[in-house]
């Protein structure tokens, strides 16, 4: 089945720490997209990427870090800049051909600072 | 500034009885109007996308509706299983992001 697979489901971090999200789809969609949900508030942006080795900061990129090296793969690197990391992520990916495409979302990522 | 508004922001209901909730969206040259169901703990799930004001869509027991200033997702005898947070998104034609609102959250008891 064709879908959005992200890992882990859940993510614990210590102060001072880098943590990686993965995020991989089968769907060959060129657009990829990375969100953060926290309680009282919409889904915020924080990097997108329409195409392989191409990405853009969103709303909230502060923090984070990200990569493209292939189509299929979209990993989050939260780093220690980042002073409130405890959040739901949400990975998501488009299909670029058509102006009004809908994105589809994995499961998320709960990642927790300890 | 493109932007997004849900209301209400929880919403409880009896099992059978309708209700609507409701998209304000401020979006320069839109490029579609997104609803999503979100479980807990789980990814949105997608549910319409809706191109054009006047445009309407049917799933069941839902139906979502568009005007040029904002959507309406009809909910028309729901079940205990309706229940979940329901989030409406935008996209403008200027950039490739979806503006999302806060969502709301339903709740229907048997």
């Known amino acids: 089945d064709g879908g959005i697979t992200q890992s882990p489901k859940y993510l614990f971090r210590k102060e001072g720490q880098n943590v990686t999200l993965s995020c991989e789809q089968n769907l060959n969609h060129d657009a990829m997209y990375w969100y953060r949900q926290d309680p009282g508030q919409g889904l915020r942006l924080i990097y997108y990427s329409q195409i392989v080795n191409d990405f853009q900061k969103g709303d909230i990129a502060e923090g984070y870090s990200v990569s493209r090296e292939k189509k299929e793969s979209f990993p989050l690197t939260v780093t220690s800049a980042q002073k409130n990391p405890t959040a739901f992520y949400l990975c998501a990916s488009r299909n670029r051909q058509g102006d009004y495409t809908e994105a589809f979302f994995g499961q998320g990522t709960r990642l927790t600072v300890v | 500034e493109d932007q997004v508004t849900q209301s209400p922001e929880a919403l409880r209901l009896q099992e059978g009885e309708s209700s609507s909730l409701n998209c304000s969206y401020t979006v320069s040259g839109l490029r579609g109007l997104f609803w999503y169901r979100q479980d807990p703990g789980k990814g949105p799930e997608f549910l319409f996308t809706?191109?054009?004001a006047g445009e309407e869509k049917e799933k069941e027991r839902l139906k979502a509706t568009l005007t040029k200033k904002e959507s309406f997702l009809h909910i028309t005898a729901p079940k205990p299983e309706d229940s979940a947070t329901y989030l409406c998104a935008a996209r403008n034609s200027g950039t490739y992001k979806y503006i999302f609102g806060t969502g709301t959250r339903l709740k229907v008891l048997a």
């Open positions: 809706l191109y054009s």
